[in-house]
Protein backbone atom coordinates (compact mmCIF):
# COMPACT_ATOMS: atom_id res chain seq x y z
CA UNK A 1 0.00 0.00 0.00
CA UNK A 2 1.15 3.40 -0.69
CA UNK A 3 1.94 4.95 2.70
CA UNK A 4 3.74 8.58 1.85
CA UNK A 5 3.34 11.23 -0.88
CA UNK A 6 5.65 11.09 -3.82
CA UNK A 7 7.91 14.14 -4.17
CA UNK A 8 6.61 14.78 -8.26
CA UNK A 9 10.12 15.03 -9.28
CA UNK A 10 10.17 11.16 -8.92
CA UNK A 11 7.59 10.81 -11.25
CA UNK A 12 6.66 13.26 -13.49
CA UNK A 13 9.79 13.10 -15.88
CA UNK A 14 8.58 9.43 -16.79
CA UNK A 15 4.42 11.06 -16.65
CA UNK A 16 5.01 13.02 -18.92
CA UNK A 17 7.50 10.63 -21.23
CA UNK A 18 4.51 8.09 -20.32
CA UNK A 19 2.09 10.35 -21.94
CA UNK A 20 4.36 11.21 -25.12
CA UNK A 21 5.03 8.13 -26.15
CA UNK A 22 0.84 7.01 -25.75
CA UNK A 23 -0.20 10.05 -27.54
CA UNK A 24 1.91 8.55 -30.67
CA UNK A 25 0.40 5.28 -30.34
CA UNK A 26 -3.01 6.23 -32.29
CA UNK A 27 -1.13 7.35 -35.22
CA UNK A 28 0.80 4.41 -35.64
CA UNK A 29 -2.55 2.06 -35.03
CA UNK A 30 -4.09 3.59 -37.55
CA UNK A 31 -1.43 3.16 -40.35
CA UNK A 32 -1.30 -0.67 -38.96
CA UNK A 33 -4.56 -1.13 -39.34
CA UNK A 34 -5.33 0.51 -42.55
CA UNK A 35 -2.74 -2.23 -44.50
CA UNK A 36 -3.75 -5.27 -42.15
CA UNK A 37 -6.48 -4.99 -40.07
CA UNK A 38 -7.64 -4.81 -36.50
CA UNK A 39 -6.99 -8.13 -34.94
CA UNK A 40 -3.25 -8.56 -36.69
CA UNK A 41 -2.35 -4.64 -35.51
CA UNK A 42 -3.33 -5.63 -31.98
CA UNK A 43 -1.76 -9.00 -31.76
CA UNK A 44 1.61 -7.72 -33.69
CA UNK A 45 1.64 -4.41 -31.62
CA UNK A 46 2.11 -7.15 -28.35
CA UNK A 47 3.70 -10.02 -29.88
CA UNK A 48 6.88 -7.16 -30.85
CA UNK A 49 6.65 -6.10 -26.90
CA UNK A 50 6.52 -9.68 -25.60
CA UNK A 51 9.28 -10.34 -27.44
CA UNK A 52 11.43 -7.26 -26.47
CA UNK A 53 10.49 -7.33 -22.94
CA UNK A 54 11.05 -11.36 -22.50
CA UNK A 55 14.68 -10.29 -23.75
CA UNK A 56 15.28 -7.70 -21.13
CA UNK A 57 13.82 -10.00 -18.24
CA UNK A 58 15.84 -12.61 -19.20
CA UNK A 59 19.06 -10.59 -19.40
CA UNK A 60 17.99 -9.05 -15.69
CA UNK A 61 17.44 -12.43 -14.58
CA UNK A 62 13.99 -12.00 -13.23
CA UNK A 63 12.46 -14.82 -15.55
CA UNK A 64 11.45 -16.32 -11.60
CA UNK A 65 9.34 -13.79 -10.20
CA UNK A 66 7.47 -13.79 -14.10
CA UNK A 67 6.88 -17.67 -13.79
CA UNK A 68 6.07 -17.09 -10.04
CA UNK A 69 2.99 -14.70 -10.50
CA UNK A 70 2.53 -15.78 -14.42
CA UNK A 71 -1.68 -16.44 -13.73
CA UNK A 72 -1.73 -13.10 -12.37
CA UNK A 73 -0.14 -10.68 -14.50
CA UNK A 74 -1.71 -12.73 -17.76
CA UNK A 75 -4.83 -11.93 -16.46
CA UNK A 76 -4.02 -8.20 -16.33
CA UNK A 77 -2.47 -8.56 -19.73
CA UNK A 78 -5.96 -9.45 -20.97
CA UNK A 79 -7.61 -6.22 -19.56
CA UNK A 80 -4.84 -3.99 -19.84
CA UNK A 81 -3.82 -4.61 -23.64
CA UNK A 82 -5.57 -7.25 -25.24
CA UNK A 83 -9.17 -6.02 -25.55
CA UNK A 84 -8.32 -2.16 -25.89
CA UNK A 85 -5.70 -2.74 -28.30
CA UNK A 86 -8.70 -4.60 -30.88
CA UNK A 87 -11.15 -1.64 -29.29
CA UNK A 88 -8.79 1.17 -30.41
CA UNK A 89 -7.70 -0.20 -33.60
CA UNK A 90 -11.15 -0.53 -34.85
CA UNK A 91 -12.22 3.10 -33.35
CA UNK A 92 -9.24 4.67 -35.46
CA UNK A 93 -10.50 3.06 -38.69
CA UNK A 94 -13.80 5.45 -37.85
CA UNK A 95 -13.49 8.01 -36.18
CA UNK A 96 -9.52 10.60 -36.27
CA UNK A 97 -6.82 9.85 -34.08
CA UNK A 98 -7.45 12.94 -32.04
CA UNK A 99 -11.21 11.86 -31.17
CA UNK A 100 -10.01 8.36 -30.04
CA UNK A 101 -7.01 10.14 -28.06
CA UNK A 102 -9.90 12.19 -26.19
CA UNK A 103 -12.07 9.19 -25.57
CA UNK A 104 -9.31 7.76 -23.80
CA UNK A 105 -8.84 10.62 -21.69
CA UNK A 106 -11.97 9.09 -20.17
CA UNK A 107 -9.99 6.59 -18.05
CA UNK A 108 -9.33 8.56 -15.40
CA UNK A 109 -13.05 9.04 -14.54
CA UNK A 110 -13.53 5.66 -15.00
CA UNK A 111 -10.33 4.59 -12.75
CA UNK A 112 -11.17 6.69 -9.42
CA UNK A 113 -14.86 5.25 -9.89
CA UNK A 114 -13.58 1.82 -9.55
CA UNK A 115 -10.70 2.41 -7.18
CA UNK A 116 -13.66 4.60 -4.94
CA UNK A 117 -16.03 1.13 -5.39
CA UNK A 118 -12.85 -1.78 -4.67
CA UNK A 119 -10.43 0.14 -2.96
CA UNK A 120 -12.26 2.42 -0.93
CA UNK A 121 -10.28 5.44 -2.36
CA UNK A 122 -12.74 7.73 -1.85
CA UNK A 123 -11.56 10.66 -3.74
CA UNK A 124 -10.92 14.34 -1.90
CA UNK A 125 -13.17 17.02 -3.28
CA UNK A 126 -9.91 18.54 -4.54
CA UNK A 127 -8.69 15.46 -6.82
CA UNK A 128 -12.56 14.99 -7.56
CA UNK A 129 -12.62 18.56 -9.02
CA UNK A 130 -9.10 17.92 -10.90
CA UNK A 131 -10.94 14.68 -12.82
CA UNK A 132 -13.83 16.52 -13.84
CA UNK A 133 -12.05 19.44 -14.95
CA UNK A 134 -9.97 16.88 -16.84
CA UNK A 135 -12.93 15.31 -18.54
CA UNK A 136 -14.24 18.86 -19.43
CA UNK A 137 -11.37 19.76 -21.27
CA UNK A 138 -11.12 16.72 -22.97
CA UNK A 139 -14.83 16.68 -23.83
CA UNK A 140 -14.50 20.46 -25.06
CA UNK A 141 -11.35 19.19 -27.64
CA UNK A 142 -13.59 16.62 -28.60
CA UNK A 143 -16.31 18.47 -29.40
CA UNK A 144 -13.78 21.05 -31.77
CA UNK A 145 -12.75 18.19 -33.60
CA UNK A 146 -14.04 18.29 -37.30
CA UNK A 147 -17.37 15.77 -37.87
CA UNK A 148 -18.26 15.09 -34.12
CA UNK A 149 -20.00 12.33 -32.96
CA UNK A 150 -23.27 10.35 -34.39
CA UNK A 151 -24.95 7.32 -33.29
CA UNK A 152 -26.59 7.07 -37.04
CA UNK A 153 -26.61 4.05 -38.89
CA UNK A 154 -22.45 4.57 -40.82
CA UNK A 155 -21.98 6.72 -38.16
CA UNK A 156 -18.96 6.96 -35.15
CA UNK A 157 -21.26 5.41 -32.15
CA UNK A 158 -19.73 2.17 -32.76
CA UNK A 159 -15.75 3.30 -32.74
CA UNK A 160 -17.17 5.77 -29.27
CA UNK A 161 -18.20 2.78 -27.71
CA UNK A 162 -15.06 0.31 -28.48
CA UNK A 163 -12.60 3.21 -26.60
CA UNK A 164 -15.48 3.49 -23.98
CA UNK A 165 -15.10 -0.54 -23.22
CA UNK A 166 -11.14 0.02 -23.43
CA UNK A 167 -10.94 2.88 -20.87
CA UNK A 168 -13.44 0.78 -18.61
CA UNK A 169 -10.79 -2.34 -19.14
CA UNK A 170 -7.53 0.28 -18.06
CA UNK A 171 -9.42 1.58 -14.86
CA UNK A 172 -9.98 -1.96 -13.95
CA UNK A 173 -6.73 -3.31 -14.51
CA UNK A 174 -4.89 -0.48 -12.52
CA UNK A 175 -7.34 -1.44 -9.72
CA UNK A 176 -6.40 -4.83 -10.06
CA UNK A 177 -2.83 -4.27 -10.08
CA UNK A 178 -2.50 -1.84 -7.06
CA UNK A 179 -4.15 -4.92 -5.06
CA UNK A 180 -2.68 -7.65 -6.06
CA UNK A 181 0.89 -6.75 -7.87
CA UNK A 182 2.26 -3.90 -5.76
CA UNK A 183 5.27 -5.67 -4.80
CA UNK A 184 5.73 -7.41 -8.24
CA UNK A 185 8.57 -5.17 -10.14
CA UNK A 186 6.97 -3.06 -13.10
CA UNK A 187 8.60 -4.78 -15.78
CA UNK A 188 8.24 -8.02 -15.04
CA UNK A 189 4.13 -7.07 -14.43
CA UNK A 190 4.46 -5.25 -17.99
CA UNK A 191 5.89 -8.30 -19.68
CA UNK A 192 3.65 -10.91 -18.48
CA UNK A 193 0.89 -8.38 -19.29
CA UNK A 194 1.96 -8.34 -22.91
CA UNK A 195 2.57 -12.16 -22.95
CA UNK A 196 -1.39 -13.00 -21.19
CA UNK A 197 -2.53 -10.01 -24.58
CA UNK A 198 -0.41 -12.17 -27.25
CA UNK A 199 -2.30 -15.53 -25.89
CA UNK A 200 -5.88 -13.95 -25.90
CA UNK A 201 -5.43 -12.87 -29.08
CA UNK A 202 -3.67 -15.62 -30.77
CA UNK A 203 -6.91 -17.79 -31.85
CA UNK A 204 -8.25 -14.66 -33.95
CA UNK A 205 -5.42 -13.28 -35.51
CA UNK A 206 -5.12 -16.79 -37.09
CA UNK A 207 -8.63 -16.93 -38.27
CA UNK A 208 -7.53 -12.87 -39.77
CA UNK A 209 -4.37 -13.11 -40.21
CA UNK A 210 -3.71 -10.71 -43.46
CA UNK A 211 -3.75 -11.46 -47.04
CA UNK A 212 -1.20 -9.92 -48.03
CA UNK A 213 2.47 -9.02 -46.80
CA UNK A 214 2.68 -5.45 -44.75
CA UNK A 215 4.01 -2.84 -46.19
CA UNK A 216 7.67 -1.02 -44.95
CA UNK A 217 5.37 1.52 -43.44
CA UNK A 218 3.06 -0.51 -41.67
CA UNK A 219 6.18 -2.83 -40.45
CA UNK A 220 7.76 0.26 -38.95
CA UNK A 221 4.63 1.51 -37.24
CA UNK A 222 4.08 -2.07 -35.95
CA UNK A 223 7.85 -2.19 -34.58
CA UNK A 224 7.41 1.50 -32.94
CA UNK A 225 3.96 0.50 -31.08
CA UNK A 226 4.83 -2.31 -29.84
CA UNK A 227 9.20 -1.39 -28.68
CA UNK A 228 8.09 1.58 -27.75
CA UNK A 229 4.57 2.11 -27.14
CA UNK A 230 3.57 -1.45 -25.46
CA UNK A 231 7.49 -2.51 -24.08
CA UNK A 232 8.40 0.62 -22.99
CA UNK A 233 5.69 2.59 -22.13
CA UNK A 234 4.00 0.00 -19.70
CA UNK A 235 7.54 -0.60 -17.52
CA UNK A 236 6.67 2.99 -17.10
CA UNK A 237 2.77 2.92 -16.34
CA UNK A 238 3.00 -0.14 -13.73
CA UNK A 239 6.44 2.02 -12.13
CA UNK A 240 3.86 5.18 -12.02
CA UNK A 241 0.86 2.52 -10.42
CA UNK A 242 3.88 1.22 -8.12
CA UNK A 243 4.45 5.02 -7.03
CA UNK A 244 1.41 6.62 -7.10
CA UNK A 245 -1.36 4.20 -7.33
CA UNK A 246 -4.32 3.35 -10.08
CA UNK A 247 -6.03 6.43 -9.90
CA UNK A 248 -3.13 9.21 -10.28
CA UNK A 249 -1.13 6.95 -12.49
CA UNK A 250 -4.44 6.67 -14.79
CA UNK A 251 -4.30 10.08 -14.99
CA UNK A 252 -1.09 10.27 -17.36
CA UNK A 253 -4.65 9.92 -20.35
CA UNK A 254 -5.54 13.60 -19.66
CA UNK A 255 -1.92 14.61 -21.32
CA UNK A 256 -2.40 12.09 -24.20
CA UNK A 257 -4.65 13.53 -26.19
CA UNK A 258 -2.52 17.25 -26.18
CA UNK A 259 0.37 14.71 -27.55
CA UNK A 260 -1.55 13.37 -30.14
CA UNK A 261 -3.61 16.07 -31.39
CA UNK A 262 -0.09 18.09 -31.93
CA UNK A 263 1.30 14.68 -33.87
CA UNK A 264 -2.14 14.89 -35.68
CA UNK A 265 -1.68 18.64 -36.98
CA UNK A 266 2.05 17.79 -37.94
CA UNK A 267 1.63 14.61 -39.57
CA UNK A 268 -2.20 13.80 -40.80
CA UNK A 269 -2.74 17.72 -41.30
CA UNK A 270 -5.25 17.80 -38.46
CA UNK A 271 -7.01 21.33 -37.67
CA UNK A 272 -5.54 22.70 -33.95
CA UNK A 273 -7.98 25.91 -33.22
CA UNK A 274 -7.45 28.05 -30.29
CA UNK A 275 -10.62 26.62 -28.66
CA UNK A 276 -8.16 23.24 -28.85
CA UNK A 277 -5.13 24.91 -27.25
CA UNK A 278 -8.51 26.05 -24.46
CA UNK A 279 -9.20 22.62 -23.45
CA UNK A 280 -5.33 21.22 -23.68
CA UNK A 281 -4.67 24.05 -21.23
CA UNK A 282 -8.01 22.36 -18.94
CA UNK A 283 -6.47 19.17 -19.32
CA UNK A 284 -3.20 20.13 -18.09
CA UNK A 285 -4.93 21.57 -14.79
CA UNK A 286 -7.13 19.10 -14.20
CA UNK A 287 -3.82 16.63 -14.58
CA UNK A 288 -2.25 18.89 -12.38
CA UNK A 289 -4.49 18.65 -9.60
CA UNK A 290 -5.35 14.64 -9.72
CA UNK A 291 -1.74 13.56 -9.36
CA UNK A 292 -1.26 16.22 -6.52
CA UNK A 293 1.60 18.52 -8.20
CA UNK A 294 -1.41 21.47 -8.01
CA UNK A 295 -2.56 21.06 -4.50
CA UNK A 296 -5.20 23.37 -2.13
CA UNK A 297 -3.93 25.69 -0.47
CA UNK A 298 -6.33 26.70 2.85
CA UNK A 299 -5.50 29.99 5.13
CA UNK A 300 -6.99 29.37 8.67
CA UNK A 301 -8.50 32.77 9.83
CA UNK A 302 -7.17 33.57 12.65
CA UNK A 303 -9.75 35.17 15.75
CA UNK A 304 -9.01 39.09 16.85
CA UNK A 305 -6.98 39.52 19.60
CA UNK A 306 -9.43 42.22 20.85
Not at 12 to 29: D, H, M, N, Q, R
Not at 30 to 49: E, Y
Amino acid sequence: MLTSPIRWKKWLPEFILLAVIWGSSFYFLKIAAQDIGIIPTAWFRVAIASIFLLLIVWKQKKSLQLKNNLPQILFVGTLNSGIPFVCYSFAVLSISTGLSSMLNATTPLFGALVAWLWLKEKPSAWRLMGLILGFGGATLLALSMPGGISFKAGGTGWAVLACLVATSCYALSGSYTQRNLQSIPALVTATGSQIGATLLLLIPVVVYWPDLWPSNQTIAALLLVGVFCSGVAYVLYFRLINLLGSTKALSVTYLIPVCSTWLGVVALDEVFTIWSVASAVLILIGTAMTTGLLKASYRANKPNAN
